[in-house]
């Protein structure tokens, strides 16, 4: 009888080890990451279950109004950031899976014509598929056959929101989309120009759209730092009633993220006592965000402002967040770290003044 | 059926040696979680016995403090599966009595083992009776209405070896609160006929959905030349990004598929009641379903001949189930095989009399396609398109004459 109790003790064991696998493989790819809002979670699931309503009915609670999580973020945008992930997955053989989601989202477009959100998803596919041509490395290394293909679902989501404008474009978010594909297909500052505001006419609440617009002026894009300059004053001027000055320190974070990287400073126009009013307006209206106060310390860096970097840094004291320190985040945190416990005698740079003294238009 | 409910106290004195560590290493056989919480074991071994079956079962009735129920239709589900688990609790000295009743006819007295592996057997069953059955008018098109709108009716969590009733309870979620009532009273008939055999219970689908959904999702993409429904997201994902067949897909997947294809049906035209038919089939959680391979051998594999007979799936050794399952096999112009499929399924478990087993009855498929398959084999020359059908036999007798655990030839 003992061995038939091991026996059964050992079918146990093997049993257990199957229940374990399957509840590890209930984990659907791409569903959410520590990092993610709750509302970017729950749009995911929503869409990989393929639960259209729950969509509509975010979207349509979403897409006027204003709507801001606690740290200022777009909750709209989480929205959008949950929706991206399905498409953006990537799976073993991703042709027949982008396919089948572009047929699925066709299907929720004919079920619900008058639905803004389901021709959105429809085109938000055909750009994913787009992507998956391109990849995201650089231009030389993608292949000219891929060029094709990307243009081709690029200039097809185009065509998709053209013949179905009158729903879709009701709905700011195919603006944000249409920001996208303008970007990916070199469309003309003026063009991209009207349909931001377009969109803005749509839900003036969209701030996204102001980010979408940046990085066609960004110049790794074609533009230029001056063009770059008035447009971000422009946008901090149209959104002050909100953020007060927040939109520029936001958008250039966004062109340093993007572009200029630890040149910031010295590459293009941002003025640092205008983007260090914004990070102190967004404090004062929005103050739950680690993440800003990171990226103002970080910026306080760049700008060698060192009081500030030192009194950032003692407020951060454990928050310290190394993902918002720039590119190679935790050698960049380092560096400042260091730079901040330098006495200014050692720092060369300390006996500089910052780069307010550069040209600034709003100065002018 | 013998449902008689005696209490354990009238019941004759049993005198099986070792009960109190088998019914503790029953107790274990389907996982560890309860165990833990488990009463003390009374000496009396029918007691042990009985407090064994009622920890698994009570399993099937548990739901997850994870799943996603709003408060009073837990409630309400938690007061249904106490009061079966109460009524079952009544039977189960029964039904172990009434087993070592019948085992005594063989003459010699059963073991202690035969006899609780017979009456695990029988519950199940119960569970997958329950599965396959269809309610009243109302039940059945209130059930057909989720299936084919709601989304995330397969989202069960917990143990998935035993979400027979979280499954049903999710689905009274999705309905209208109106209908909740109802819906539950209906559970709780459904749940009155354990023990009694079920009139009318749909046969096998043939092919099975699983199989007549990847027949289908292989021909091409949702289009003009293919239409049909998309699958959703997570499916697409899974199946075709990933290429994973259906034995791989997780269980909360499978669900899902067997949905997605449910409303492929109706969508062809097929009649509903034998569309809810195939998805009961293909979301019933068998014996197969809920041991996996635990009972095989892990060696069953090594040294097996083609031509020879194949293993005996563990879980059916361990439940002394025998019978024969038909097959049609497709060959390709040479005679080897391309698919091969069960048609017919004949099978006998101890403790099971007076109605199907169904939870059985899928227990010789996997290893009968494998056999059939099996690289090397040929068949003769086929006449035309009409496929090679055989049977396989599946003894007991055999096995343990081969001593390698395996089963007859075709």
């Known amino acids: 009888m003992t061995k038939v109790y091991h026996t059964l003790r050992a079918s146990l064991r093997r049993l257990a080890a199957s229940a374990l696998c399957a509840f590890a493989c209930a984990a659907v790819p791409g569903l959410a990451s520590a990092a993610d809002q709750p509302l970017t979670t729950e749009a995911a699931q929503a869409f990989w279950k393929g639960d259209f309503d729950t969509l509509e009915k975010l979207n349509n609670r979403l897409k006027r109004g204003k709507h801001f999580a606690p740290d200022a973020g777009s909750e709209l945008e989480y929205f959008r950031l949950g929706l991206g992930k399905v498409p953006q997955s990537v799976a073993d053989h991703n042709e027949p899976y982008l396919r089948e ?3 699925l989202t066709l299907q929720w477009a004919a079920e619900h014509p008058k639905s803004s959100l389901a021709h959105i998803l429809h085109a938000e596919v055909l750009v994913q598929h787009a992507w998956s041509y391109r990849g995201g490395g650089y231009a030389k290394d993608v292949p000219p056959e891929a060029w094709k293909d990307f243009r081709k679902y690029l200039e097809r989501a185009v065509e998709y929101l053209k013949a179905h404008a009158d729903v879709a474009l009701t709905d700011s978010s195919a603006h944000a989309l249409l920001l996208r ?14 349909i931001q505001q377009e969109g803005l006419k749509r839900n003036p609440d969209d701030v996204m759209l102001y980010f979408g617009m940046l990085t066609p002026l960004l110049p790794k894009w074609g533009g230029d730092p001056e063009t770059l300059d008035r447009y971000i004053r422009e946008a901090a001027k149209e959104t002050q009633a909100d953020y007060g000055m927040g939109m520029y320190a936001r958008l250039y974070a966004v062109a340093a993220d993007e572009n200029f990287g630890h040149a910031l400073f010295e590459d293009s126009l941002v003025d640092w006592p205008t983007m260090k009013k914004g990070y102190e307006d967004m404090q004062a209206r929005f103050p739950n965000s680690l993440g800003r106060r990171n990226h103002f310390a970080h910026m306080a860096c760049l700008a060698k402002d060192r009081p500030t970097l030192v009194a950032l840094l003692a407020e951060l004291g454990t928050n310290i967040d190394a993902s918002q320190w720039g590119p190679n ?11 901040a416990k330098e006495s200014p005698d050692e720092s060369k740079d300390e006996k500089k003044p910052a780069k307010k003294v550069r040209a600034s238009p709003a100065s002018l | 059926m013998n449902t008689h409910s005696k209490t354990p106290a009238r019941l004759p004195a049993l005198a099986f040696p070792g009960m109190a560590l088998l019914a503790s290493a029953f107790a274990c056989m389907f996982g560890s979680a309860h165990a833990a919480a488990a009463p003390e074991f009374s000496d009396d071994p029918r007691v042990q016995m009985a407090q064994a079956l009622h920890r698994d079962l009570a399993r099937a009735f548990t739901l997850d403090k994870d799943l996603a129920l709003d408060p009073a239709l837990r409630a309400a589900a938690d007061d249904i599966a106490k009061e079966h688990l109460t009524r079952i609790d009544k039977l189960l000295p029964a039904w172990l009595e009434d087993e070592r009743v019948h085992q005594s006819g063989a003459g010699k007295p059963p073991s202690s083992k035969s006899v609780y592996v017979a009456v695990y057997a029988r519950l199940f069953n119960e569970l997958a009776l329950w599965q396959l059955e269809a309610g009243d008018v109302q039940y059945e098109n209130a059930t057909l209405a989720v299936l084919r709108t709601a989304p995330g009716v397969c989202d069960v969590t917990g143990d998935y070896n035993f979400t027979d009733f ?3 309870i999710l689905r009274i979620q999705a309905l209208p609160a109106t209908e909740r009532k109802a819906m539950l009273a209906s559970e709780r008939q459904l749940l009155a006929h354990w023990g009694q055999p079920r009139a009318n219970l749909a046969p096998w689908p043939d092919p099975l959905p699983q199989q007549a959904a990847y027949a289908l999702l292989q021909q091409g993409p949702a289009d003009a030349d293919h239409p049909r429904l998309a699958l959703p997201p997570r499916l697409a994902y899974t199946v075709l990004g990933q290429g994973k067949d259906y034995a791989a897909l997780h269980p909360v997947e499978r669900c899902i598929l067997q949905q997605w294809w449910l409303q492929e049906s109706l969508r062809r035209g097929v009649a509903p009641a034998a569309a809810l038919s195939a998805f009961r089939y293909g979301t019933m959680l068998t014996a197969i379903d809920r041991a996996g391979n635990a009972f095989d051998k892990p060696d069953a594999e090594a040294g097996t001949h083609p031509a020879g007979p194949p293993p005996y799936p563990g879980v059916a050794a361990h439940f002394g189930v025998t019978g024969v399952t038909t097959v ?3 060959l390709d112009p040479a005679g080897k095989p391309l698919q091969a499929v069960v048609i017919g399924r004949k099978v006998d478990v101890p403790g099971i009399r007076g109605m199907r087993p169904v939870a ?4 010789f498929d996997a290893a009968t396609v494998k056999y059939a398959t099996q690289d090397g084999r040929t068949y003769g020359k086929p006449s035309g398109d009409t496929p090679y059908k055989f049977q396989m036999t599946w003894s007991l007798d055999d096995n343990k004459r081969s001593k390698a655990s395996q089963g007859a030839k075709p």
């Open chain 1, 101 to 103: 989601l572009e047929a």
């Open chain 1, 181 to 194: 594909i303008g970007t990916g297909l070199s469309w003309d500052r003026d063009t991209l120009w009207t």
């Open chain 1, 329 to 339: 985040p935790q050698r960049s945190l380092e560096a400042c770290q260091r730079w």
């Open chain 2, 166 to 168: 979280a499954s049903r």
């Open chain 2, 328 to 330: 049609n096999v497709r």
């Open chain 2, 360 to 363: 059985f009855e899928n227990v």
